[in-house]
């Protein structure tokens, strides 16, 4: 059995949580394979909200397996709070959830390092979620990293200072000298010992085992493709791959294991952060957008620049991943708006651009928009395709022509009901 794949093709945020949490009825396992606690993915149903950071966005349905792949980062201290909350809620999470030896750890001086690197930065900034994402990573690629199961190495407290002392090292280089972590390195000590709670597996023997067996895996991406370390707006961007391939080298399937790959993003585009993002909007109409849709950061409460969604880089998106299916996101905060846009092509030099360029960083770039009437209905109470405004399908399926994939799911409100599957396609 192979797995199937959902990802978000934009800047991040575009509703990952929700549709994950939707389709987890479907599945046995779901499993992360990227990112860390600089993902915010969101959830309701039953009039409950829920945000969740490392945790898998599977662990509400029926008890499905969920799984913290080996190529997420792991703070213990956010993540044992965001377990027992959810504890708190009723759910069994100790059951249900494991947790990868070879997932890397977030330090204290990671978050440090985070803070003193964009400090270093200065305008160049690239307005990080200041959760350690990147220094965490670095120390993985340049093999300082300390893993979830060398937490049971007898040598572990030794290795751990060693990294400490290597980081105060370049904290001081930074100009922050003998920073005080006396507290907030008791409870990363106790918040390893409380991991030892969970069932800590080799989770690439795990996942290809469950297939073996014929069991439906979902692997759930964090951030977005335009967030992608190789593929997306450098240095702007996260520090992991984001994209379909991620899933492989974040979990251990062979890409011939990769079955369907859902592409998630919304009727118009945000981005939280510094970078390039061709389709901003700074009129009242990137400000409508941001109120109707509730635009603030689900970690860090910024307020999210919103612009016309992009289709030269969901294009792009969709290349890069392999996308076989579309989910629509968000359509409903467009429904009040006469008209609504999307942009074809980038006006650069006076030549017009179909491919997403190397540097859209400082480079002018005029989008080419086509216009369409709105369909000025509200739809977050519609439950089927039939009851869907003429205006909003022709809209879809102008969207469906210019990316040549199709659109199978529409979500008209942040509620798990409203979610419109299209059995048409
Ligand atoms: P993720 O990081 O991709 O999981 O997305 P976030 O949770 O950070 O941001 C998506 C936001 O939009 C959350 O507040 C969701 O509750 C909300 N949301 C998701 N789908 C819809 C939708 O179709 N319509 C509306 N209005 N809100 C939605
Ligand atoms: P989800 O999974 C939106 C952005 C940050 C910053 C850049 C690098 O909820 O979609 P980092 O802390 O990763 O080093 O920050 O990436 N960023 C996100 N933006 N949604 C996210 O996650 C993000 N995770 C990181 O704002 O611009
Ligand atoms: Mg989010």
């Known amino acids: 059995m192979k797995v199937d794949v959902l990802l978000g093709l934009q800047w991040g945020d575009e509703g990952k949580g929700k549709v994950v949490d939707v389709l987890t009825p479907h599945y046995d396992v779901v499993a992360r394979f990227q990112g860390g606690p600089n993902a915010g993915h969101t959830l309701e149903f039953e009039g409950k909200k829920y945000v969740l950071r490392s945790i898998p966005s599977g662990i509400f349905q029926h008890g499905q397996v969920n799984v913290i792949g080996n190529g997420v980062v792991l703070d213990p201290v956010l993540f044992r709070e965001e377990a027992e909350s959810l504890e708190q809620s009723g759910i069994d999470i100790k059951k249900i959830l494991k947790i990868s030896k070879k997932a890397h750890l977030i330090m204290p001086t990671h978050r440090l390092l985070d803070a003193a690197n964009e400090a270093a930065k200065g305008a160049g900034k690239i307005g990080t979620t200041g959760k350690g994402i990147g220094p965490t990573y670095t120390d993985k690629i340049s093999r300082n990293g300390l893993r979830v199961g060398d937490t049971v190495a007898p040598d572990f407290n030794s290795r751990y200072a060693k990294a400490k002392a ?121 400000k409508r957008i941001r109120d109707i849709g509730h635009e603030y950061g689900a970690v860090t409460g910024r307020e999210r620049r919103c612009g016309w969604v992009d289709l030269v880089a969901l294009r792009y998106a969709i290349m890069i991943n392999g996308v076989t299916q579309l989910i629509m996101m968000k359509s409903d905060v467009l429904d009040d708006f006469d008209t609504v846009k999307a942009c074809t092509a980038y006006r650069i030099n006076g030549q017009t651009v179909q491919d997403f360029p190397y540097d859209v960083d400082g480079m002018e770039i005029e989008p080419v928009y086509t216009e369409m009437p709105g369909w000025k209905t509200p739809m977050s109470s519609l439950t089927s395709e039939d009851q869907l405004p003429q205006a909003f399908k022709d809209y879809v399926a102008f969207l469906e022509r210019e990316l040549e994939t199709p659109i199978t799911i529409l979500s008209v409100g942040p509620d798990r009901a409203q979610t419109i599957v299209r059995e048409s396609r």
């Open 166 to 286: 290597k980081h105060l090292a370049t904290l001081a280089s930074l100009g922050m000298s003998d920073p005080d972590i006396t507290d907030i390195e008791a409870r990363w000590l106790d918040a390893i010992d409380y991991l030892h709670q969970y069932e800590l597996i080799d989770s690439e023997h795990v996942i290809n085992r469950y297939m073996r067996e014929g069991k439906k895996v979902l692997c759930e991406g964090a951030q977005g493709t335009m967030l992608d370390v190789d593929f997306g707006s450098y240095p702007y961007v996260t520090s992991s791959n984001t994209v379909c391939a991620g899933a492989c080298t974040g979990l251990g399937v062979a890409p011939r294991n990769i079955g369907e790959v859902f592409g998630i993003f919304k009727a118009y585009c945000t981005r939280v952060g510094s970078g390039p993002f061709p389709t901003e909007l700074f009129d009242e109409t990137g």
